[in-house]
């Protein structure tokens, strides 16, 4: 039997509110999917390029975060996006 060990870790509120609510609706037991998630995660950043992780949040200061929502407001598509779109491959 592999040897187990106990972590501690300070998580907010919402991740612990969906944890429970994944735990209830599934029966899955927490230290389980705890260390699921955690295994894939580093599979992840061991497997797959820097440049291609998408991080799950992101810190911008008051005047990007506001630019940015101004961006996506006012932009159209770009040609690139259209073809894509359009592409039938």
């Known amino acids: 039997m592999t ?4 972590i501690s870790a300070l998580i907010s509120e919402a991740t612990r509110d969906l944890l429970e609510r994944h735990v209830r609706q ?6 389980h999917l705890v260390e699921q998630a955690l295994l ?4 992840a950043l061991d497997e797959l390029p820097a440049e291609v992780v998408v991080h799950p949040r992101m810190v911008v200061s ?3 975060g506001k630019e940015m929502l101004r961006q ?4 159209g ?3 690139a996006l259209r073809k ?5 491959d």
Do not use: I
């Open 40 to 43: 894939h995660h580093l599979q």
């Open 77 to 79: 598509p770009t040609r």
């Open 72 to 75: 996506t407001k006012t932009a």
């Open 3 to 6: 040897k187990e060990t106990q």
């Open 62 to 64: 008051r005047s990007t």
């Open 84 to 88: 894509l779109m359009r592409d039938e």
């Open 26 to 31: 599934t029966g899955v037991k927490k230290g």
